[in-house]
């Protein structure tokens, strides 16, 4: 069970709850975000009146480190061990993505370049005449 934190995900980050009805949909106390919050676990978005307001990809965070609290037993700090894992694990996969990408055009474009060598060529047939070929023997032999 892993956070989603990607924007193609099916998770929003679009700012919906305000911290009640998160702590309600996580399924745990509202002080507990605050918590969660001042160890830099998440950060929600703020209102104009400065309400936190979570996402739906908020709540999903906070579900994930209830199981690793709760369920594998992990403490605060390994929890934010294993999310600056996570989102450098999410980054890296992004960045090799990103790389292939480029590995991708770049091999496109050497096989264009190959092409057009190839294309160059000149495949004229040249009729040698039997024996038309003469080895030239060098003054030193």
Do not use: C, K
């Not at 989603?4 to 679009?14: F, L, N, P, T, V």
């Not at 919906?16 to 605050?34: K, N």
């Amino acid at each position: 069970m892993t956070p989603r934190r990607r924007a193609g995900d099916s998770g929003s980050s679009r700012p919906l709850y305000m911290i009640s009805v998160a702590a309600e949909l996580a399924g745990m106390h509202p002080q507990t975000l605050r918590v969660y919050e001042r160890r830099e676990l998440l950060s929600p978005q703020r209102s104009s009146g400065n309400t936190r307001l979570y996402s739906d990809i908020d709540i999903e965070r906070l579900r994930f480190i209830q199981h690793l609290t709760q369920e594998e037993g992990i403490n605060l700090s390994g929890v934010v061990r294993i999310i600056e894992l996570e989102d450098e694990r999410a980054h890296m996969l992004a960045e090799m993505d990103t790389l292939r990408g480029m590995v991708e055009d770049i091999r496109r474009r050497m096989d264009r370049e190959i092409e057009a060598a190839h294309a160059s060529y000149r495949r004229e047939i040249v009729l040698v005449p039997r024996g038309g070929i003469q080895r030239r023997i060098s003054r030193d032999e």
